[in-house]
């Protein structure tokens, strides 16, 4: 078991520049999230998907975009990079009816 | 979001007992966690307290929550250079799918 997993792990970008994040897991969890880590403040939630198909906004959502591709991979798109945007991103994923969240191992992002 | 709030720093020595404490605002939650976070790596779940009980012990690891006060600890007994980390409190509510984090806490164990 690969438990979660993300790529890439660090990726420099201009301003207006475009990407996407990838996260997979291998537990056959329901439930994905992606998380945002900033100095000082803790991780805040960007998008979660309770279920394959199904996306909703978290904490701060804006300038972000997901797509729950099927059940093992939610992937989060920067369609126009922004240096408000430089942090460090976590993908996660749980039982819909359990309390553990297992967290990859994160991608850290800089955009110049 | 809801308000979680952490000291940002504790250094204790090596044998000590550390103790870790959380605010936070939300009084629905159902479950308040804490998390442990490795230099480079995502965070691990530690142990976690259902909003009903005032007390859980596991291992080294003892969570006190003071519903009334809306604060939480977490003590680490015997604390060891190993335990050096960042730690997160998070609460939230499972069927709800939100989880709110504070900021985090580095313990720093001198040898």
């Known amino acids: 078991n690969a438990g979660v997993t993300q790529t890439p792990k660090f990726q420099v970008l201009k301003t207006g520049q475009s990407m996407t994040l990838q996260c997979a897991q291998d537990?056959?969890?329901?439930?994905m999230y992606w998380y945002r880590q900033d100095p000082g403040m803790g991780l805040r939630l960007i998008y979660y998907s309770a279920s394959e198909g199904t996306t909703d906004k978290g904490e701060v959502p804006n300038g972000y975009n997901v797509s729950r591709l099927n059940k093992r991979e939610f992937s989060l798109r920067l369609e126009s990079a922004a240096p408000s945007q430089t942090s460090v991103y976590f993908c996660a994923s749980r039982w819909e009816t359990d309390n553990e969240q297992f967290f990859g191992p994160g991608t850290r992002l800089t955009v110049l | 979001g809801e308000d979680v709030e952490q000291s940002l720093f504790l250094s204790v020595r090596e044998g000590d007992s550390s103790v870790i404490n959380c605010t936070y605002t939300?009084?629905?939650?159902?479950?308040l966690y804490w998390y442990k976070q490795e230099p480079g790596a995502g965070l691990q779940l530690l142990t976690y307290?259902?909003?009903?009980?005032d007390m859980k012990q596991d291992q080294r690891l003892t969570v006190l929550l003071n519903k009334k006060d809306k604060h939480l600890s977490l003590r680490i007994a015997d604390t060891q250079t190993g335990d050096s980390a960042i730690y997160f409190c998070?609460?939230?509510?499972?069927?709800?799918?939100?989880?709110?984090f504070g900021s985090g806490t580095k313990l720093n164990v001198k040898p």
């Open positions: 998070a609460e939230g509510a499972i069927n709800f799918n939100k989880f709110y």
């Open positions: 939300d009084s629905s939650s159902t479950y």
């Open positions: 537990m056959n969890h329901n439930s």
């Open positions: 307290i259902f909003s009903n009980m």
